[in-house]
């Protein structure tokens, strides 16, 4: 017998999510972006959600190859670009696109001698401070590009640090506008600018190519939750109850003996932990649906179990159905009482979860 816990993948919501993405941003080319095996969703199984995508962007050279493998014929893009000049032959050679977003990786292009054609993507660092070139040393950069033989197109592309928020006193995201549009000015080449958030949020901005992640997975990228956006949850995770203990007030669950009873209850225990992906940083109270009712996890979650009160659920036992997170019980909630965020839970999910493709 496996362990009870399966994570179901919907492609249906994988398509509709895309479609949702396109329906905010009509004139723009959209990349499905699948880094991180499409955020915990399988990178073969997102590459078929994701058909009527134009591209698909990753960060991962190997996946990126993989994909080529696996069929995909329209672009592909590496998000962060090449890490070293052996990566440069084998983007050649399976007509990946990348990111450019330093000196040293022009230098390493201006030493690379191809017949292929290869597509560019110079980044700017527009005030989020990660990756790329400075306003000011943008247009500098651009025309080296150019200069470049094998270089056949150049895309302008940013990163938004508060799509979401948009007027957060850290960044406004009018300011990184602006930056881009005065490190760009002049310059005729097609611009990149949306993730999720950009996407859902500022069709204002969404010009010649968005870039959809989160959002494609049914997950929330801020500024609203999944649902209120239409979008619908790709990754459903079950288990099952495995255990049932009835304690007395005073009596403690799991290590550490986080949680202490105040009175007579029900404890179920749950085939999933955070060798799962479940985050042990879940506090008691943590939403968890078992048998179609919601309640809490109860004490530390450990690697393989975790604990919930079943204390109002007097139905539930041994083979019981929970829902840790997924149709019924939005990632989003369950992240935000772990305080952290759906994006990091779904990565999580680990190799030894079983996973069922459904419609
Ligand atoms: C991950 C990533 C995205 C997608 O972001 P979401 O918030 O998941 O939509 C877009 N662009 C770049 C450069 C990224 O690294």
Redo the contacts with the bound molecule.
Sequence with gaps: MPRPIVASISISALQHNLAVARAHAPNARA?G?V?ANA?GHGLERAMRGFAAADGL?L?EVDYAVRLRELGWTKPILL??GFFDAADLPLLAAHDIQF?VHCEEQIALLEGFETKAGLHAHL?MNSGMNR?GFKPEAYRAAFERLGRIASIRSVTM?T?FAN?DDAGNPGLALEEQVKRFNAGTAGLDAPR?L??????LLHAELAFDWV???????G?T?GGGSAADFGLRPAMTLESEIIGVQDIAPGEAVGYGSRFVADKPMKVGVVACGYADGYPRHAPNGTPVVVDGVKTGTVGRVSMDMLAVDLTHIPGARVGSRVLLWGEGLPVDEVAFAAGTIG?ELMCALAPRVAVREVA
């Design positions: 990349w972006v880094k955020y962007a960060i998000l962060e990111a980044k990756l592309m990163h799509a990149s949306c993730n999720s958030a950009g996407d870039r959809p992640g989160i959002m494609l997975y997950g990228p994006y």
